[in-house]
């Protein structure tokens, strides 16, 4: 069964806590991305990642962290730095033609 | 920068109503994809239109391409509860081939029985 998984569903952090959401795919894709989505907003991009052990910034990076040691998985941390991480986080992944598949996605809340 | 809009934000409609997003990006994009979320779900890919004025359809949906490739549109005929969900059009960010995409805010869709 292919696709995107993310895990947990539902995250709870206490202010200061740094957190890890996961995000594996196996459907061979080369590119990976993390995406925030806040109520009634669409996506922002926090990171991508075109090709193992290579990553770049999007455009609201400031509070996150990511790794990408396997073409399949791509974590994202959330940092104590981030200053309102309460929302839900989309990963996607593509091959080159831009379509992008989403997994289920995340929702984080700080206490 | 690069700016991709979609108006209107919100629409209610009664079922069996048409329903029409626009999206219109401040640049020329090389493709345009749209996806729907549905409440609570994730992003999924509906389409990708790539030519000048190209119209595709997918049952009651139909999507358009503007002749500047630098707008686009989704139709829903006769809606249904079923089409309850917040639409995004996307296109390519920049000029190269980095598989980025920039979302438009989406629009979403309330439909009433």
């Known amino acids: 069964d292919g696709g995107i998984t993310q895990s947990p569903k539902y995250l709870f952090r206490k202010e200061g806590q740094n957190v890890t959401l996961s995000c594996e795919q196996n459907l061979n894709h080369d590119a990976m991305y993390w995406y925030r989505q806040d109520p009634g907003q669409g996506l922002r991009l926090i990171y991508y990642s075109q090709i193992v052990n290579d990553f770049q910034k999007g455009d609201i990076a400031e509070g996150y962290s990511v790794s990408r040691e396997k073409k399949e998985s791509f974590p994202l941390t959330v940092t104590s730095a981030q200053k309102n991480p309460t929302a839900f986080y989309l990963c996607?992944?593509?091959?080159?033609?831009?379509?992008?598949?989403f997994g289920p996605g995340t929702r984080l809340t700080v206490l | 920068g690069q700016q991709v809009m979609q108006i209107p934000q919100y629409q209610h409609v009664q079922e069996g109503e048409d329903f029409t997003t626009y999206c219109n990006s401040s640049t020329t994009l090389s493709n345009i994809q749209w996806y729907k979320q549905r409440p609570g779900g994730h992003p999924v890919f509906l389409i990708q239109?790539?030519?000048?004025?190209e119209v595709k359809k997918q049952k009651r949906l139909t999507f358009q391409f503007g002749e500047a490739k630098k707008n686009s549109s989704l139709h829903i005929t006769a809606t249904q509860t079923t089409d309850v969900g917040t639409y995004f059009c996307a296109g390519p960010r920049g000029s190269s081939n980095t598989g980025k995409l920039i979302f438009g805010q989406g629009t979403t869709l309330q439909v009433k029985p």
């Open positions: 996607a992944s593509s091959r080159r033609t831009d379509t992008q598949y």
């Open positions: 239109l790539v030519k000048s004025g």
